[in-house]
């Protein structure tokens, strides 16, 4: 689903994307097992270029995102060290956790936002 204002990057994955540069990018990235062998997303690209394949970074999280979603690699996490592949239960938790917060932070900034504009055209 593409998020309104970030059509040209936020499209759905293409087949070039899904049958070219997926199953490279799942290939590096089972390999990333523990945070300290975690690989960064200008890492991923400078890797993708440097190879002929095209794509930027917002392609790459948009690939993450359908990886970790569809259940392509379990338990795949992102830190500001990169993206890893994590087996210790408590980590993870923490991380679900983390994810949970950062969600409801962004819709109590959405919420706010649609009251002050209701509050704005009250009667307009």
């Known amino acids: 689903m593409a998020i309104n204002g970030f059509e040209e990057i936020t ?5 070039y994307e899904i049958n070219v540069l997926l199953p490279i ?4 990235l089972r390999k990333r097992i523990g945070k300290e062998n975690a ?13 002929g394949y095209k ?3 917002a392609r790459i999280r948009k690939l993450i995102n359908y990886i ?14 990169g993206y890893y592949i994590e087996h ?16 409801k932070s962004i819709i109590n900034v959405s919420v ?4 002050q504009l ?3 055209f009250v009667g307009v």
């Not at 690989?39 to 190879?51: F, G, H, P, Q, R």
């Not at 706010?112 to 009251?115: D, G």
């Open 11 to 15: 499209y759905e994955l293409t087949d």
């Open 25 to 28: 990018m799942e290939r590096g």
């Open 39 to 51: 690989i960064t997303s200008n890492e991923i690209l400078d890797k993708c270029v440097n190879a």
């Open 55 to 57: 794509l930027n970074s």
């Open 68 to 81: 970790r979603v569809n259940h392509v690699i379990p338990f795949l996490m992102a830190s500001s060290k």
């Open 88 to 103: 210790d239960k408590v980590k993870m938790i923490e991380y679900i956790e983390s994810l949970e917060k950062r969600a």
């Open 112 to 115: 706010s936002l649609r009251k």
């Open 118 to 120: 209701n509050n704005r």
